[in-house]
């Protein structure tokens, strides 16, 4: 198994990122934007899931105390 080495004199001037054009800052902002709202939509999914479990659960309970 072969090992990769670090470089570890790497330069600060090496780590930089080039800034962005105009054009591409307003891509990768509405990416950003893209994954927040998708995360929130599974968010939410997953809460009405949740509740319409419980909802579930309580109409079995009840129907069970009634019997």
Do not use: C, G, H
């Amino acid at each position: 198994m072969r090992r990769k080495l670090i470089n570890t004199s790497m330069r600060f001037y090496e780590f930089t990122t080039k800034p962005t054009t105009p054009q591409q800052a307003k891509i990768n902002t509405l990416k950003q934007q893209k994954e927040r709202v998708n995360m929130q939509l599974k968010t939410e999914k997953d809460a009405q899931k949740k509740q319409k479990a419980m909802q579930q659960i309580q109409t079995a309970q009840k129907t069970l105390r009634s019997v």
